[in-house]
């Protein structure tokens, strides 16, 4: 078992024994347990037992708790109290904004045990009888419950990805030698999936039969052509089954989106993909390029690109360079900055851009200025080691609320570039928002606008902006905007990245690392910008070093003149 599960259940322990008003100093040491646990660089699996009630915040409770999950793979104090909790309750711990406190008040005073009931009460204004809740905690609790009932199905890209490549694996084990595919939305590469799609050239009921002996597969629905299944009370699964001579037709229809489809067939005049032996096939009898399934969404020109020819050269994960918006120790990162450095060195990447928290994120060890000085000056000397290998001095510069960076000009001029970023107080009216973004980008020392909008996909929407004009004045100002890379943002969304670049804007698909497997994130940037069009001749950190030292010295100084 490792170390995060483990911190998982001592943290969800620790907030049901709140809720059920149990020992409350029994719940602290749960809850200081899960902390430490989670800073643990040595999997608790490879330590030995006596060793592990040496560890800071492991006492003999705790401890052997610990041991209990490590031998048996089972928490028994935990499934006690999962037990005895209505599972409504256990779903009203992930909606942002209710605490443990105020689940157990929603729960004792108001009897109410689910989430339907919980957001009838909101409609009804219940909860402003309630200690402790006004009008803006009820409206956010409204908000976040509506938020998550639309989106309990969903998944991320991230999350279903080695799901998808070991069904994928199986489903050609077990119908061999019949062809197998993945498809649908999963294919075209989005980041949400509220369904896995696979065609298997072999008739719709030999795949139906051969579903029936597997395990863990349970049958939904159906249809002539297809299976609807899902795993283990996990993501859907839809299965075609199809002639094996139709086979590539079938893989071609259910990848585009059906706006891309009615492109397509308007082009070529035809109502469907014909007989054709492979997918290339269908595309040159239609007298176009091969459209990659990451555009065929039917959102922009990809047809008329194809017919002339002019598909962009879609970026790769191997186009990325360097590692631009990283953090380390000196404010919330995992590892030092030396070990992130020698890291991304090791990775074959030619550059580091360090940026840290600025001092407004207290909650994140943000930079104070004497801290700034202390990390340019270790930079400085790890350059002089790594050398060719180059470390930026950067910062993640808070936007405050009116829009300024949280350094005076002198501090922010001492960084080769700034990303600057929106933390706090995100719920805005998009007047708000706009008003503020705009300042930040009008500012001449930031370099690149951070994540947006702010949103974490499935979690919180982000903050109301007017995209066009935001990405207009970024190109206006000089400013590169960044593709969030974290697959829980990917933020500038895909859908906008054709309309900046019609507008000559430059991206970066920047991970936001806060570890080093951070790093890997730049790959679910790099299938986000696919689908956007992005070329690696129009992204940041594609630039060589020699590249971006040059890009940088030219901005700044058309920035001082």
């Known amino acids: 078992m490792e170390n995060y599960i483990i911190a998982d259940n001592f943290s969800l322990l620790a907030k049901l024994m709140d809720i059920h008003g149990d020992n409350s100093f029994k719940a602290k040491s749960f809850a200081n347990a899960a902390f430490q646990i989670e800073k643990l660089t040595v999997p608790l699996q490879e330590t030995p037992q006596d060793a592990i009630f040496r560890i800071k915040g492991i006492g003999e409770s705790t401890g052997k708790s610990v041991i209990e999950m490590l031998q048996t793979g089972q928490f028994a104090a935990l499934d006690e109290y999962i037990r005895r909790t209505p599972p409504g309750i256990l779903e009203m711990m992930r909606i942002k904004g209710l605490g443990p406190k ?3 008040t929603i729960w004792k005073e108001l009897e109410i045990e689910t989430l339907g009931e919980l957001l009838y009460a909101c409609n009804e204004n ?6 402790g809740f006004g009008q803006k905690t009820q409206d956010s609790i409204r908000a976040s419950i509506e938020f998550f009932l639309s989106n309990r199905e969903r998944f991320l890209y991230a999350e279903v990805e080695s799901f998808a490549a070991e069904l994928e694996t199986l489903l050609r084990s077990t119908f061999a030698p019949a062809q197998v595919a993945v498809t649908g939305s999963f294919r075209r590469q989005q980041p949400i999936i509220d369904e896995l799609e696979f065609v298997i050239g072999a008739p719709i009921d030999q795949v139906a039969e051969t579903f029936k002996t597997m395990e863990a597969f349970n049958r939904l629905d159906n249809t002539d052509d297809a299976l ?5 009370e996990h993501v859907k699964i839809k299965v075609y089954g199809v002639q094996p001579e139709h086979f590539a037709v079938k893989l071609f229809t259910t990848t585009g989106s059906d706006a891309f489809l009615e492109k397509f067939f308007a082009h070529t005049g035809q109502a469907s993909g014909g007989a054709a032996a492979t997918e290339e096939d269908i595309f040159r009898e239609a007298g176009l390029a091969y459209i990659p399934p990451a555009l065929r969404e039917g959102r922009a020109n990809e047809v008329a690109l194809a017919a002339a020819n002019q598909l962009p050269q879609l970026i790769q994960a191997a186009d990325i360079r360097g590692i631009i918006h990283s953090h380390s120790q000196w404010s919330d990162g995992l590892q030092s900055l030396e070990e992130m450095a020698k890291a991304a060195r090791d990775q074959g990447f030619e550059y580091l851009v360090i940026s840290d928290h600025s001092k407004s994120a207290f909650y994140a060890n943000g930079l104070q200025p004497e801290r700034i000085l202390a990390q340019h000056e270790q930079i400085d000397l790890l350059n002089a080691q790594l050398a ?8 993640e510069a808070d936007i405050l609320n009116d829009g300024s960076l949280d350094y005076p000009d002198e501090i922010l001029a001492s960084f080769d570039l700034v990303i600057a970023s929106v933390h706090s107080n995100l719920k805005m009216t998009e007047e708000k928002a706009m008003a503020r973004v705009l300042k930040a980008i009008a500012n001449p020392y930031t370099t690149i606008l951070g994540h947006m909008t702010g949103r974490l996909l499935l979690s919180r929407n982000g903050y109301p902006l007017n995209h066009p004009q935001i990405i207009d004045a970024c190109v206006e100002h000089g400013v590169v905007i960044e593709l969030n890379a974290h697959p829980r943002r990917l933020d500038i969304d895909w859908e906008w990245i054709p309309y900046a670049l019609e507008q000559g804007a430059l991206l970066s698909i920047d991970p936001d690392a806060h570890a080093i497997a951070g790093f890997a994130d730049v790959r679910y940037g790099t299938l986000a910008a696919q689908k956007g069009g992005l070329t690696a001749n129009k992204n940041l950190s ?17 920035k001082l003149r």
């Open 542 to 558: 594609s630039f060589t070093l020699a590249e971006l030292e040059a890009f940088l010295q030219a901005r700044k100084q058309s």
């Open 228 to 232: 609807l299944l899902q795993f283990k």
């Open 388 to 395: 060719p290998f180059k470390i930026f001095k950067s910062i």
């Open 126 to 131: 219940r909860l402003l009888l309630l200690k």
């Open 102 to 104: 105020k689940i157990a």
